[in-house]
């Protein structure tokens, strides 16, 4: 159970009377009589929209973190695209800037975005972590009206969710949330008002020549990489029927190894990755590739075993093994 301060319904009246009264008095001298008006105004909007307590109570809980977003808080705010947050810190902390930055939708954006969280890991990063920052972190999500899905992905469906994953090839316990989007609440950018468009992809950057097969969504090499290993088992018996078809397989997953290390990297150093790197980077682990590597390799012996290879095939395979 989550213990959060609960705001009464005048303090919040008065936090927004006064947020209010200071616009308002820069445009008029101030009247006694119009206070009054403007806070049985305020009383009146608030009781015909929230309803009665306890519901009501718990709304201006929140509304009321909004009004006042600092530190951890802003920072997710903030986020315009996938973004990753360290949650080394006290769980009341947790629990604060949780409910503060998820209580209401996020203003408007072009994209869903996917923003991590870290929240534990092995023994080296253990002692950053409190032993209860999964379980705290999650509880205000449900709090702010967020639901787990473990197939949540990059789309709109996916808004209100988040999923809990573990970064083997780091060592990290992170939870992924897909945040709330308030679709309509979109203002014009100076290029929409005059007329003029620009492309909201992410910027270009160089690209290794032997990963860019990843970046097809498309190519077999993109396919197998993420695909899941029942799905991949039934790829095989398609795209990779020969022995030589399964080396470059085998080729083609130790590539996409260093490029996962290579995400990696860029994320301990601090630099962002795009959106496409991000969902390779969640969803696929070194493990999964391991896994892929073995069985490719298993059928390949197989395959030579049962004679089931051609001459120049076996030729390969002779080079290979005498270049050892």
Not at 91 to 97: K, M, R
Request: charged share 25%; with cysteine; glycine share 6%.
């Amino acid at each position: 159970m989550i213990v959060a301060k609960i705001f009464s319904r005048n303090q919040l009246l008065r936090t927004l009377f006064n947020r209010y009264n200071i616009i308002y008095s820069t445009t008029r001298p101030h009247d006694p009589c119009d206070t009054l008006h403007i806070n049985n105004k305020l009383q009146n909007a608030l009781a015909h929209t929230y309803g009665a307590p306890p519901k009501r109570e718990l709304l201006f809980s929140k509304m009321a973190a909004l009004a006042n977003l600092s530190g951890l808080a802003a920072q997710i705010r903030s986020a315009t695209e996938s973004e990753t947050f360290n949650l080394s810190v006290p769980p009341t902390t947790i629990t604060n800037a949780t409910l503060g930055a998820f209580a209401t939708p996020f203003d408007s954006l072009p994209a869903m975005i996917r923003l991590t969280f870290v929240v534990g890991g092995g023994k080296l990063a253990r002692g950053s972590y409190d032993p209860s920052a999964h379980k705290v972190f999650t509880a205000a999500l449900r709090e702010c009206g967020y639901e787990e899905d473990k197939g949540g992905g990059m789309d709109w469906s996916s808004a209100g969710t988040y999923k809990s994953q573990h970064d083997t090839g780091r060592n990290l316990k992170t939870i992924v949330v897909f945040p709330k989007i308030d679709r309509n609440s979109a203002t014009p950018t100076a290029a929409d008002s005059s007329g003029s468009h620009t492309s909201s992809a992410t910027p270009t950057v160089t690209i290794p020549e032997e990963y860019k097969p990843f970046y097809d969504k498309k190519s077999p090499e993109s396919m197998s990489l993420v695909a899941s290993l029942p799905v991949f088992s039934k790829m095989g018996s398609s795209k990779t029927p020969s022995w030589s078809s399964k080396r470059a397989m085998v080729a083609s997953l130790g590539v996409a190894r260093d490029l996962l290390e290579s995400l990696a990297n860029q994320l301990m150093t601090g630099k962002s990755l795009t959106d496409y790197e991000q969902e390779i980077y969640d969803n696929v682990t070194l493990d999964n590739i391991g896994e892929k590597e073995s069985k490719i390799k298993k059928e390949m012996a197989e395959q030579v075993d049962s004679g089931n290879i051609t001459k120049e095939e076996l030729d390969q395979l002779k080079e290979q093994v005498e270049s050892k």
